[in-house]
């Protein structure tokens, strides 16, 4: 069964960082990208972040470029999303999910984690 | 950026009545080598994180109930749910997965009239 549990959610002040973690396991993890998705209280989906299995290329939305950076640690099957200089608008709940690619493209987001909050204010 | 939008914003529907939401993209999302809409629909429920219904504009998740069906091509896409039940309240969104960013439509909101 596939598992993605996400961690490090919390309050922070505006310009701060935090770091979140995703947990992943029940399936191959350097077969699948991974990606962060965020929605703030009582809005829609955002894609934010979306990193290969190889790790080599990093894609981002254009309201986090510059401030958040994903990584991830094959050998520990652990997603990451560093997130600096942190605005008020950044306030959502962060998923993790897993996406499946091959050589015709990325497909769409088969399983999410159940999300992490982050809340920016002073 | 492709950018999603969908409509309408709410609807209301009586139990086992036909539901249809919309979705328009930009610009196209056949994309790649495989003459396929790079389109999803997904359903979340309230304190919930999505769950993926739909993708490549017409094929069922496995797991799905057969009264969602996707159809459409090119830009303009349409989820149907054929006889809606009450389980099936929720926020239904779509996402082109063409190109980066991955954008999401803002969300159609179905509830029971």
């Given at each position: 069964?596939?598992?993605?549990?996400e961690?490090?959610?919390?309050?922070?002040?505006?310009?701060g960082?935090?770091?979140?973690?995703?947990?992943?396991?029940?399936?191959?993890?350097?077969?699948?990208?991974m990606?962060?998705?965020?929605?703030a209280?009582?809005k829609g989906?955002?894609?934010?972040?979306?990193?290969?299995?190889?790790?080599?290329?990093?894609?981002y939305?254009?309201?986090?470029?510059?401030?958040?950076?994903?990584?991830?640690?094959?050998?520990?099957?652990?997603?990451?999303?560093?997130?600096?200089?942190?605005r008020?608008?950044?306030?959502?709940?962060y998923?993790c999910a897993?996406?499946?690619?091959?050589i015709?493209?990325?497909?769409?987001?088969?399983?999410?984690g159940?999300?992490?909050?982050?809340?920016?204010?002073? | 950026d492709?950018?999603?939008?969908?409509?309408?914003?709410?609807?209301?529907?009586?139990?086992?009545?036909?539901?249809?939401?919309?979705c328009?993209?930009?610009?196209?999302v056949?994309?790649?080598?495989?003459?396929?809409?790079?389109l999803?629909?997904?359903q979340?429920?309230?304190?919930?994180?999505?769950?993926?219904?739909i993708?490549?504009?017409?094929?069922?998740?496995?797991?799905?109930?057969?009264?969602?069906?996707?159809?459409g091509?090119g830009?303009?896409?349409?989820?149907?749910?054929?006889?809606?039940?009450?389980?099936d309240?929720?926020?239904?969104y779509?996402?082109q997965?063409?190109?980066?960013?991955?954008?999401?439509?803002?969300?159609?909101?179905v509830?029971?009239?």
């Amino acid at each position: 069964e596939v598992q993605l549990v996400e961690s490090g959610g919390g309050l922070v002040q505006p310009g701060g960082s935090l770091r979140l973690s995703c947990a992943a396991s029940g399936f191959t993890f350097t077969s699948y990208a991974m990606t962060w998705v965020r929605q703030a209280p009582g809005k829609g989906l955002e894609w934010v972040s979306t990193v290969p299995g190889g790790g080599s290329d990093t894609y981002y939305a254009d309201s986090v470029k510059g401030r958040f950076t994903i990584s991830r640690d094959n050998s520990r099957n652990t997603l990451h999303l560093q997130l600096n200089s942190l605005r008020a608008e950044d306030t959502a709940v962060y998923y993790c999910a897993k996406v499946y690619y091959d050589i015709s493209g990325y497909y769409p987001i088969d399983s999410w984690g159940q999300g992490t909050l982050v809340t920016v204010s002073s | 950026d492709i950018v999603m939008t969908q409509s309408p914003d709410s609807l209301a529907v009586s139990l086992g009545e036909r539901a249809t939401i919309n979705c328009k993209s930009s610009q196209s999302v056949l994309c790649g080598s495989n003459n396929k809409n790079y389109l999803a629909w997904y359903q979340q429920k309230p304190g919930q994180p999505p769950k993926l219904l739909i993708y490549w504009a017409s094929t069922r998740e496995s797991g799905v109930p057969d009264r969602f069906g996707g159809s459409g091509s090119g830009t303009d896409f349409t989820l149907t749910v054929s006889s809606l039940q009450a389980e099936d309240v929720a926020v239904y969104y779509c996402q082109q997965y063409c190109t980066t960013p991955f954008t999401f439509g803002p969300g159609t909101k179905v509830d029971i009239k």
